[in-house]
């Protein structure tokens, strides 16, 4: 089954960039789907397709999907995107869903 | 505004049986897939199961595979999850989530499974 890779926690500083990272064999052939989770409420989904933005999520989150890595990149962090954040994907050889295990972003 | 409500979760012994339901409202929701994602206590998320709009495919994660069943009443904008010869390690939160083929783009708050004797 597919497997995904997420670094378990990055911290950074308000007004400065974190970069989240999800490993998969050939991840680049995939669409991948980020979604931001806090603490106590249900996840939110913040990128689709790669580097598309549902709307109401601001232009700070962005994401990107090459090789066997994708990224999700949150600029001019805020307090308020200290969270957890996971990556997801359908494995099409049989259907299912797989999600990383999770990247908690702290805010220092 | 799109609504998910998740109902039916409790205190289940091991190999007991319990029905979740989520029910739908904001949506036309026959015409969506859906999804149950769960979160045991400090984990990550997990995928379940999946159904598609008119409920002729499902799919169901190899950890509940032969145990659980998805299934939905488009009459009655429902989606049910039903799970049976609980286990310990399936305790934990569980989601239900629409499908938007680009992604889970709305979920429920969720429902608390406690699978315990």
Same mark, same amino acid.
């Given at each position: $089954?597919?497997?995904?890779?997420?670094?378990? $926690?990055?911290?950074?500083? /308000?007004?400065?960039?974190?970069?989240?990272?999800?490993?998969?064999?050939?991840? %680049?052939?995939? $669409?991948?789907?980020?979604?931001?989770?806090? /603490?106590?409420?249900?996840?939110?989904?913040?990128?689709?397709?790669? $580097?598309? &933005?549902?709307?109401?999520? /601001? %232009? &700070?989150?962005?994401?990107?999907?090459?090789?066997?890595?994708?990224?999700?990149?949150? &600029? &001019?962090?805020?307090?308020?995107? %200290?969270?957890?954040?996971?990556?997801?994907?359908?494995?099409?050889?049989?259907?299912?869903?797989?999600?990383?295990?999770?990247?908690?972003?702290?805010?220092? | 505004?799109?609504?998910?409500?998740?109902?039916?979760?409790?205190?289940?012994?091991?190999?007991?049986?319990?029905?979740?339901?989520?029910?739908?409202?904001? !949506?036309?929701?026959?015409?969506?897939?859906?999804?149950?994602?769960?979160?045991?206590?400090?984990?990550?998320? =997990?995928?379940?199961? !999946?159904?598609?709009?008119?409920?002729?495919?499902?799919?169901?994660?190899?950890?509940?595979?032969?145990? !659980?069943?998805?299934?939905?009443?488009?009459?009655?904008?429902?989606?049910?999850?039903?799970?049976?010869?609980?286990?310990? =390690?399936?305790?934990?939160?569980? !989601?239900?989530?629409?499908?938007?083929?680009?992604?889970?783009?709305?979920?429920?708050?969720?429902?608390?499974?406690?699978?315990?004797?």
């Amino acid at each position: $089954s597919y497997v995904l890779t997420q670094t378990p $926690s990055v911290s950074v500083a /308000p007004g400065q960039t974190a970069t989240i990272t999800c490993g998969g064999k050939n991840i %680049e052939t995939k $669409s991948v789907h980020w979604y931001q989770q806090k /603490p106590g409420q249900a996840p939110v989904l913040v990128v689709y397709d790669d $580097s598309a &933005r549902p709307s109401g999520i /601001p %232009e &700070r989150f962005s994401g990107s999907n090459s090789g066997n890595t994708a990224t999700l990149t949150i &600029r &001019r962090v805020e307090a308020g995107d %200290e969270a957890d954040y996971y990556c997801q994907v359908r494995d099409s050889t049989n259907d299912h869903y797989v999600f990383g295990a999770g990247t908690k972003v702290t805010v220092l | 505004q799109v609504q998910l409500v998740e109902s039916g979760g409790g205190v289940v012994q091991p190999g007991g049986s319990l029905r979740l339901s989520c029910a739908g409202s904001g !949506f036309t929701f026959s015409t969506y897939g859906m999804h149950w994602v769960r979160q045991a206590p400090g984990k990550g998320l =997990e995928w379940v199961a !999946f159904i598609n709009y008119d409920g002729t495919k499902k799919y169901h994660a190899d950890s509940v595979k032969g145990r !659980f069943t998805i299934s939905r009443d488009n009459s009655k904008n429902t989606l049910y999850l039903q799970m049976n010869s609980l286990r310990t =390690e399936d305790a934990a939160v569980y !989601f239900c989530a629409k499908d938007w083929w680009r992604g889970l783009d709305y979920w429920g708050q969720g429902t608390l499974v406690t699978v315990s004797s």
